[in-house]
């Protein structure tokens, strides 16, 4: 008999991100895919008893192709198992978990999806940044800075005209692009932008710049990953959010 996948968001990085629901999956797993995105401290809640396929190898190896992963998915449910596929983020946001879906749906395999928190959530709370602001942001747009092909294209006229938040995804390699792009849409230059590296771990690190400067501030990341771009008025709340949170606490010391 046929065994099922659960297609499991694993959230942005932070283990306390992952949902219950996804813990559950996880405990009760008997072969586990996963790749470079999911946080070490969640790798670790593997059971010891599960078979693990870590498919986005570092170190220079090669990770395996979409087409290796979504074989491996159905070769593994056709052996009985309950299998869960583990992804950073959600699977529904630019994780691919739609063409696994498809595959497995057309292999006849039962399969669920379990939501995670995606990036541009986990990176905004944890950087103080609200993504949509009464007053300031009515909308929030999620891009994604790379193309199949490698490059790089936006409806940037539609971004612009839409006025509200943008957050782009995969976007530190496309960064002058990006740059362009806006302004040449009409953006203004001194726009507010955070870089958030390794968001809601360890190593997370915001960097506020404008949008003028925003490639010359990419270039200095370069090599770091994964990185999330927050565009947006509201990136500036998170200056005056930060000063308020210490003074108060200065008050409670
Ligand atoms: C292939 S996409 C996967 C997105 C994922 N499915 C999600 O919902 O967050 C990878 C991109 O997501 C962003 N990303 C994911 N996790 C991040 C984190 N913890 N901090 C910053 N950016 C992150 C980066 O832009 C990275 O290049």
Redesign the pocket.
């Known amino acids: 008999m046929d065994g099922c996948v659960a297609l499991v968001g694993a959230g ?2 932070d283990v306390e991100l992952l949902t219950v629901k996804a813990l559950r999956r996880l405990q009760q797993a008997e072969v586990v895919v996963f790749d470079r ?1 999911v946080g070490e401290e969640i790798v670790a809640l593997i059971p010891s008893t599960a078979e693990r396929f870590d498919v986005g190898k570092r170190c220079g190896a090669p990770s395996l192709s979409q087409e290796a992963i979504n074989r491996l998915l159905v070769q593994q449910a056709r052996r009985g198992k309950r299998v869960v596929r583990l ?5 529904f ?3 691919r978990g739609g063409e696994e879906a498809l595959c497995l749906a057309e292999a006849g395999i039962p399969y669920e999806v379990v939501p ?1 928190i ?2 541009a959530l ?2 905004a709370a944890a950087s103080q940044i609200p993504l949509t602001h009464r007053g300031l942001a009515r909308s929030v747009t999620l891009v994604t800075g790379h193309l199949q092909d490698g490059s790089c294209f936006a409806p940037w006229q539609a971004l612009v005209k839409g006025g509200g938040t943008l957050v782009f ?3 530190l390699e496309q960064a002058e692009r990006i740059e362009q792009g806006l302004l040449a849409a009409g953006m203004t230059q001194d726009l507010p932008v955070a870089l ?6 360890a190593r997370q690190q915001v960097i506020t710049t404008c949008l003028g400067a925003l490639s010359q501030q990419a270039l200095a990341l370069k090599g770091q990953s ?3 771009m927050i565009l947006g008025e509201v990136v500036a709340l998170r200056d005056a959010l930060l000063s308020l949170a210490e003074q108060s606490w200065r008050s409670v010391a």
């Not at 958030?196 to 771990?201: H, L």
Request: glycine share 28%.
């Open positions: 942005p990085g995105l992804k950073g983020g959600d699977p946001v630019f994780g995670g995606t990036a986990g990176c995804y995969m976007g958030v590296v390794a968001g809601t771990s994964p990185v999330l």
